[in-house]
């Protein structure tokens, strides 16, 4: 008795994808051309070619450069993933969710604050100009204590602060301390 191989079982949905799947592999790029390069920006055009091969696609793209300082001052800015740990351990929102804004959301807009390539750092600076949105933080320090990433939503907060009012007069020591 010879031993059979036992039969899979396949519908004919799992053959149409199959051959669909088959018929269309993965885009690669063909071909990639610089058409300019600036100390700036750079222009790039990449050649794809479908699964049939009856069509290409090209697409242009725009990168901009951005200098090595600039991609280090977002460094502990963008790793944040919205988990919220540190607004639900800080006081200030505890008591004031309807007008302060939280460690989390002012983490992200100092990201967006400090980005060297976005245009509209006035916009978004006006916005926390002078508001409770921002300045009912009052440094407790939890939200870096809880944050599972190690970020420090606190001090992106004295940035903010900070590039909202750089000549703010420094308060001396109290004379009775």
């Known amino acids: 008795m010879a031993s059979q191989s036992p039969k899979r079982f396949s519908s004919a949905l799992f053959n149409y994808r199959k051959i669909v799947k088959d018929a269309t592999k993965a885009v690669v790029p063909e071909r990639q051309y610089t058409t300019r390069n600036t100390e700036k920006a750079v222009v790039a055009m990449s050649t794809y070619r479908g699964g049939f091969n009856e069509w290409t696609l090209n697409r242009w793209y725009l990168k901009a450069k951005v200098h090595t300082d600039n991609r280090s001052r977002l460094e502990g800015l963008y790793q944040c993933v919205l988990c919220m740990s540190c607004t639900a351990s800080c006081p200030s929102y505890w008591w004031n969710r309807e007008t302060f804004l939280g460690p989390s959301v002012l983490l992200q807009s100092y990201r967006w604050i400090s980005e060297p390539l976005d245009a509209d750092l006035d916009k978004r600076l006006e916005l926390l100009e002078n508001s409770p949105k921002l300045n009912l933080c009052h440094n407790i320090m939890n ?22 009012h750089p000549t703010a007069p420094r308060v001396e020591k109290s004379i009775h301390a």
């Open 143 to 164: 939200c870096s204590i809880v944050c599972p990433k190690y970020l420090n939503p606190a001090q992106a907060i004295k940035s903010i602060k900070k590039e909202l």
